[in-house]
């Protein structure tokens, strides 16, 4: 089946540091890329939806350039949490359907395991 | 804004027993599709159901939907220790989601 690998898996930085997390579809081509934010025992919020080859949607409120996507290929999208601050401490999730447009919407997401970021 | 809301926040049962969770929503759908996660993990894709359908069975899980009443039912039949999760219903607009239902199914 389709799956989605998310790395890393856990990360442990310094306030201030630019944290990159990777979402990769392993075994299909992903043209749009779902990229949520959790708080514990929350729901998930969605922070921006990321398209290859163009730049990604953000949701209101969600600071563009705080959080960098990049979807420079058919199979991998970027998340950069830059100059992270302990409010930025979070689970981060990502997601993402085969094909594109309408019909992602219309099949079921594959989810990657999520990141924990910790800012200390 | 979330487009589907589930309730109950929470809901504790014993093994054996059945967990039904509903969720509502807003506005016309296409479809509605149903997650489960772990703590600590991503979500994993249960059901989808199209707005054209009333009824889905996979396993010991059933969903209804009711396009109606703008409201969905997730109902898990003969529980087990391992069904506990939080439990999230998605309408394909915009894959947002609700708060969740948060499973506990004691042993």
């Known amino acids: 089946g389709a799956v989605v690998s998310q790395h890393p898996s856990w990360v442990i930085c310094k306030s201030g540091t630019s944290v990159k997390i990777e979402c990769r579809s392993l075994?299909?081509?992903?043209?749009?890329m779902f990229w949520y934010r959790q708080f514990p025992k929350q729901s998930l919020m969605l922070m921006a939806t990321?398209?290859?080859?163009?730049?990604?949607?953000?949701e209101q409120g969600v600071e563009k350039d705080k959080f960098l996507i990049n979807h420079a290929s058919l199979t991998l999208s970027t998340l950069t949490v830059t100059s992270a601050h302990p409010e930025d401490s979070s689970f981060y999730i990502c997601?993402?359907?085969?094909?594109?447009?309408?019909?992602?919407?219309?099949?079921?997401?594959?989810f990657g395991d999520g990141t924990r970021l910790s800012i200390l | 804004s979330q487009q589907g809301e589930e309730d109950p926040q929470a809901l504790s049962i014993q093994e054996g027993e059945n967990a039904t969770m509903n969720c509502s929503y807003k506005?016309?759908?296409?479809?509605l599709q149903w997650y489960r996660q772990n703590s600590g993990r991503g979500l994993v894709h249960l059901i989808l159901?199209?707005?054209?359908?009333r009824e889905k069975h996979s396993g010991r899980l059933r969903v209804t939907l009711d396009t109606s009443k703008k409201s969905s039912s997730l109902l898990i039949t003969a529980s087990r220790a391992a069904d506990t999760a939080s439990y999230f219903c998605?309408?394909?607009?915009?894959?947002?989601f609700g708060a969740g239902t948060r499973l506990t199914v004691k042993p």
């Open positions: 159901i199209r707005s054209n359908e």
């Open positions: 998605a309408t394909a607009n915009d894959m947002r």
């Open positions: 506005t016309s759908i296409n479809n």
């Open positions: 075994d299909f081509q992903a043209t749009t």
């Open positions: 997601s993402a359907a085969p094909g594109q447009g309408a019909r992602i919407y219309n099949q079921p997401q594959h």
């Open positions: 990321s398209n290859e080859g163009s730049k990604a949607t953000y």
